[in-house]
Structure formats: C-alpha cells, structure tokens
C-alpha cells in the first residue's frame, strides 16, 4: 500500500507540476553568468542570441532551454548583435567595437572601421543591406552595407535646431544614436538624443527613405516646459508602415511615449487617457503589430514589464519573476518574447492573450477591418456585456472569455449567454463584484484569440 500510494502521489506531482510548466507565464532561463545582458536577437524559435558585459556573449539552440558562452571577443560592453544564421552574425559595442564571426561564436574577426565611436545598434533588413548605428566626437554614426557586412559606409548624423524662445542659440548640438527601425530597406528612422549646451539633453529622431542617403530630422519640438526635456529615446518602432511610436527612458504615467502622425513626418506626446499612473524608468520597447506591445522598466521601485493592448490607452501590469532590471527584449512570434538584463537574466514569456493582424493581408483586402469590441458593466458591476463586430458569425456559442485585472490576475467568470445578431455578437458574462479600476478581456474559439477588449470602470487601481 505503501509503495502505491507513492507511485501514485508521485505521478499526481508530475501531472502538476507540467501542467504548470505548460502554463506558467513566464520561465526563467538558467544563462550560468552574472554579466548584464544588454541585447537579444533569435533567428527562429530555436536559435538565440544575447550579449552584454566584459564581451559576453551567449547562445542557444533550442529555445532557451540551455544557453552557452561562446568566446569572449574582447572586454567591452556589447550593445547589439545580429545573426543571419546560426553560424554568420555580428555584434558592435562600445570603444569603437565591431565584429564579425562566420563559425557561430567560436572565432570574432574585427571589422572596426576605426571611427573612434560607441555602436549602439545593428540589424539587417535582408540578407545583403544592413545598418548600424552609434556616435563619436563628430556626431552620429549611421553605417550601411549592401554586400551582407563584407564592407560597411560610415556617415555621420547632425541635427536641426529644435528649441523655440529666446533661449535657443545657435551653438553646435552633440548626436547621440541608440537605437532605430526600418519598415522596409528604404524607410528606417534613427532615434537618440541631441545635447544643446543651453537647455540640456532632448529626444532625437530622424527618417530615411532612400535606404540612408539622406536623412530628415523630425524630432519634436522643445521649449523649457516640454515634459522630455533632459530625456533621451531608448527605443522606437515602426508600427506599420504609417504609425511608429518612440519611448523615452523615463516618465510620469504615459508621459514616455511619442507618437508619430499618420505618415511619420513628426512625433508628438501621446494625448490618450491611460489608467497608468506610476513614474518608471524605462529601457526598451516592442510592438507587436499597431496595438499591442510590450515595455520594460522600473516601476515604482519594482522592475516591471507592461503590455499594452490598445496603442497606450491602458497597461496591463505583468510582474516579472525577478528585481533585476530588463534591458533588452525579442518576439520570436506573438506568443513568445524573451527579455534580458541584470546579472545574466533571461525570461522567457509565453503570452497565449495576443492576435496581431498583418497590415500586409489588409492591402489585398482594401475593405478588411479587423475584429473589435466594446464592453460595458451593468447590475452593481457583476454582469459585463460584450460586444464584438466584424468576426465570422459561425460557431458564436464556441467564444469563451478570459478576464484579467490590471495587474495580470485572471478573475473567474460565468458565461450568461451569447446572442448572434446581423453585425455582432454579445457575449454576457457574470462575475463578483468588480472594484474601480481597468479590466483586460480576451475572446477566444477553440483556445486561439480573435479579438482583445478592456472594461473600464474608472479610477485605476495600483497593483502595489
């Protein structure tokens, strides 16, 4: 009986604990090193990039799962990385290094063209045209190869004059590049910041779209009460090709986050309502599509990774399983983003409450709009109704709900009922009692997401 009971118990702790395995949101990835990861990169879902400090540099070939060091190419701090496959890739760091290697990892050829500069940034939008990006006593750094990095173009970045009043002056501006997107080999925008000897530190941003020939810039205007004044861009993405937003790397509520117009010619604060509140100092951003995107940071003392669902309008906190700081982060998909920082830190995220929509499908489709939805609570906060527009009709008893506080927390529910009517579906759940503050909702069929929602019931609640 003995025996049994144990055979039994031991296998009921298995089933739970890979249930959990399966399900938990976020796994933490043993890396063997306490250097700061500051840069992450995967060519698929199998084969990973990260580097950072001292020259570290490590690899992955099955997802994460087990990371190893590969060799040291010189101590300095590597600032981004950039692989073509698993055996030809690139990093550029800090005191003008830049390398090259063709056998994974094993041996680093330098390529430095020797401008005396920190690079920042490297990324390829094909297999032959690349950029990198970074700075030097002359200005910003912008280089560009069109042979697959066998030789790179150096040219140097210089701003306009931004400031309004009478306390801009005409003095020479210093050009700081840490990071840019490119929507396609032509349109790409390079981000920083400028220093003005007068007013101080302030974001930076210019736009190619002949491949890097030429440059616009297009930051935003300052005056003395402009809230980014003494800030810099840590990140900026393009979004589609008529959106991209950039983030600054501190700010109180929503206020680190500048929005383009519609054909990206300057950015501006965006002016949406956010149940987000808390001041954060925050390192790097990525969009998953228009809508959603991810945000690492320091929030309120706590490092913190917040996912937004509708362009900024409201955060969902998601509470990383650790107080290191996350510099860095990577989607291999819109399930699966890995996150790197502090002391050798790697998470990997599995976020099954995503559907990004491919802006490239709706150009062969003029006329598709894509799944949205409205909610409202009723009845002391215990019922909710949905409504949702422009999904197929079929099967509308099959959507199920899932419903999130602000912080992440599921919150159990009863379906009512669903009705089916010419332009919607209504979806009435039943719920406890909900408090004031923001709720996040994803509809599903067949445990695949077709359309994301929030319920908002005013006052924002703090999830510390």
């Not at 063209?113 to 950029?131: E, H, M, S, W």
């Not at 002391?343 to 006329?367: C, K, Q, W």
């Not at 909710?384 to 999130?404: C, D, P, S, W």
Request: glycine residues 8%.
């Amino acid at each position: 009986m003995t025996k049994t009971f144990t055979y039994r118990t031991l296998t009921i702790l298995l089933v739970l604990l890979n249930w959990t395995a399966i399900y938990a949101q976020f796994e933490i990835q043993k890396t063997y090193t306490e250097e700061d990861l500051t840069c992450v990169y995967f060519i698929n879902d199998r084969y990973g990039y990260a580097a950072g400090t001292n020259g570290t540099v490590l690899t992955t070939r099955n997802g994460g799962r087990q990371w190893h060091e590969a060799t040291n190419p010189g101590r300095f701090t590597i600032n981004g990385i950039y692989f073509h496959s698993p055996d030809s890739g690139f990093i550029v760091g800090e005191n003008d290094s830049f390398y090259k290697t063709y056998n994974g990892g094993q041996d680093w050829i330098d390529i430095s063209p020797n401008l005396n500069g920190d690079y920042t940034a490297i990324y390829f939008v094909n297999r032959q045209k690349g950029f990198a990006i970074g700075h030097s006593m002359d200005g910003g750094i912008f280089m560009k190869t069109t042979d697959g990095g066998e030789s790179w173009n150096p040219r140097f970045i210089s701003a306009r004059d931004h400031t309004r009043g009478k306390y801009a002056r005409d003095e020479s501006k210093d050009v700081y590049l840490t990071n840019f997107s490119f929507f396609d080999e032509n349109t790409g925008l390079l981000s920083g910041f400028t220093y003005d000897y007068v007013i101080g530190k302030f974001p930076f941003i210019c736009k190619t779209e002949d491949g890097g020939e030429t440059f616009t810039d297009i930051s935003p205007e300052v005056t003395k009460n402009d809230w980014y004044i003494g800030r810099e861009i840590v990140s900026i993405n393009f979004m589609n090709e008529n959106d991209a937003c950039a983030i600054v790397n501190s700010g109180v509520g929503s206020e680190f986050m500048l929005i383009s117009d519609y054909s990206v010619t300057s950015f501006a604060k965006n002016n949406y309502e956010s149940n987000f509140s808390q001041r954060g100092r925050f390192f790097s951003s990525v969009f998953l599509g228009r809508f959603i995107a991810y945000f690492t940071g320091i929030i309120q003392g706590r490092s913190q990774i917040l996912k937004t669902i509708d362009q900024g309008g409201s955060y969902m906190f998601l509470t990383p399983p650790t107080d290191k700081s996350l510099y860095a982060s990577f989607f291999t998909d819109h399930k699966n983003g890995y996150f790197v920082g502090q002391n050798g830190t790697i998470l990997h995220l599995f976020d099954e409450n995503n559907i990004v929509y491919n802006m490239a499908s709706s150009r062969d489709e003029p006329y598709f709009d894509p799944p949205f939805t409205i909610a409202h609570s009723k009845k002391n906060k215990r019922k909710t109704q949905i409504h949702v527009y422009n999904i197929n009709h079929r099967n509308a008893k099959n959507y199920i709900v899932e419903l999130f506080t602000s912080c992440g927390d599921p919150i159990e529910i009863k379906r009512k009922h669903v009705r089916v009517y010419s332009d919607e579906i209504r979806i009435k759940i039943r719920s406890e009692e909900l408090r004031s503050g923001t709720y996040f909702y994803s509809v599903k069929l067949k445990n695949e997401v077709v359309v994301n929602g929030k319920l908002d019931l005013g006052t924002f609640a703090s999830c510390y």
